[in-house]
């Protein structure tokens, strides 16, 4: 059975930082593309990040975190990884892991193309 297990959110200060973990069971990395949602208060979930299934493990960033924020997986303890610094209040909203098989190369920039999801951790970043 596959599932995604977020961690790490709590409440943090603005400019503070934050590692989100999605713990991956039921398969392995080496076949799925991983992106990292958002859904902010009254808002539509977001991708907001993206990493490829090659072991060279292509990244992209929305320009919202571009610089921010940094993707990552360690397939051998099967984790997907979301280091988020210099937070800003903006940034506040329920984080999702997600998965889909992946294909073509360019396919995992595609955020709507993402099927397998977590059940959220809420991140809050406020003074």
């Known amino acids: 059975q596959l599932q995604l297990v977020e961690s790490g959110g709590g409440l943090v200060q603005p400019g503070e930082s934050l590692r989100l973990t999605c713990a991956v069971s039921g398969f392995t990395l080496d076949y799925y593309d991983f992106g990292w949602f958002r859904r902010a208060p009254g808002k539509q979930r977001e991708g907001i990040a993206a990493i490829s299934s090659s072991d060279a493990g292509t990244t992209y960033y929305v320009d919202a975190v571009k610089g921010r924020f940094v993707i990552s997986k360690d397939k051998a303890k099967n984790m997907v990884y979301l280091e988020m610094n210099s937070l800003k209040p903006e940034d506040t909203a329920v984080y999702y892991c997600?998965?889909?098989?992946?294909?073509?190369?360019?396919?995992?920039?595609?955020?709507?193309?993402?099927?397998?999801w977590g059940q959220g951790t809420q991140v809050t970043v406020s003074s």
């Open positions: 997600a998965a889909q098989m992946s294909g073509s190369s360019g396919w995992f920039r595609d955020f709507g193309l993402y099927d397998r």
